[in-house]
């Protein structure tokens, strides 16, 4: 069986000491994911990462530049390729109609000072975000997001 490889656009935009991430509920348990999706064929990618957070979550964004990649190679219908690109906040759009995903139950503002204990996924994102923020070193390709990775602990 053949599996495709599907590349999405993710943001990261932070606001006053918070970064921006999208809520989902499955009914049993609440998580955030950064805001983006897959890419559409004759999109470039900082294209498709406006076009993700505007339909996701009402919100103009510049794409300036790309901070990390993560991929999800194991036990998913597909290999997920994810570049995550530092955006800067514009505003909001008027009169947005978001187009969420399944389970997405709106957006909200994460304190950075405390993201390694939000469960914000994929977990190995959290620390790279912090240290980002915080001006310190890190590492722009993160790998595969492994169940039982320290970070996917909490």
Known sequence: ???????????????NGKLLAIKLNDGKEE?????????????????TVEREVREEAGI??????????????????????????????LGNTPNAALQGDTNQ??????????????????????RPIMNFHEGKEYMKYLGN?????PECLG
């Open 1 to 15: 069986m053949s599996r495709q490889i599907r590349t999405s656009a993710k943001a990261v935009i932070i606001q």
């Open 145 to 149: 997001e492994e169940i039982g990775d």
């Open 60 to 89: 103009e964004v510049k794409c300036k530049d790309l901070l990390f990649v993560i991929e999800g190679v194991h036990g998913e219908s597909f290999h997920r390729m994810d570049l995550v690109f530092l955006c800067d906040y």
């Open 105 to 126: 139950v709106g957006f909200g503002w994460l304190d950075l000072s405390i993201l390694n204990k939000l469960p914000l996924y994929p977990s190995k994102l959290r």
């Open 31 to 47: 998580w955030y994911i950064l805001p983006g999706g897959g890419q559409d064929c004759e999109e470039i990618l900082p294209q």
